[in-house]
């Protein structure tokens, strides 16, 4: 059985700092790209960032240098540093595991950056 299971999600407030984990079971991980998404209220889900089981990293412009992508294949997990957060970040973070057409999500992680 596959599992994604992310934390770390907590209400902030804008310039504060969060780092989000996923952990995987269930697939055999360093095969994976492992990604990062965000849904806003209202709004479909994109993707924030995204690494492949090399270590090659893809950021949405709207994060770049301020968010990084890590992983840990020999633990299985996936993190995401997010600094400087803004209003706009605010959302219900997912992580996903991709390799060819399996693709598997995690329940979500609400973030909520308040002024």
């Known amino acids: 059985q596959v599992r994604l299971v992310e934390s770390g999600g907590e209400s902030v407030q804008p310039g504060e700092s969060l780092t989000l984990t996923c952990v995987a079971s269930?697939?055999?991980?360093?095969?994976?790209?492992m990604g990062w998404y965000r849904q806003a209220p209202g709004k479909s889900r994109e993707l924030v960032a995204d690494?492949?089981?090399?270590?090659?990293?893809d950021y949405d412009d709207s994060v770049k240098g301020r968010f990084t992508i890590s992983r840990d294949n020999a633990n299985k997990q996936v993190t995401l540093e997010m600094k400087n957060l803004k209003g706009e970040d605010t959302g219900v973070y997912y992580c996903?595991?991709?390799?060819?057409?399996?693709?598997?999500w995690g329940q979500g992680s609400q973030v909520t950056v308040y002024s």
């Open positions: 690494i492949t089981g090399s270590g090659m990293i």
């Open positions: 996903k595991a991709e390799w060819g057409s399996l693709r598997y």
């Open positions: 269930g697939i055999t991980f360093d095969l994976y790209t």
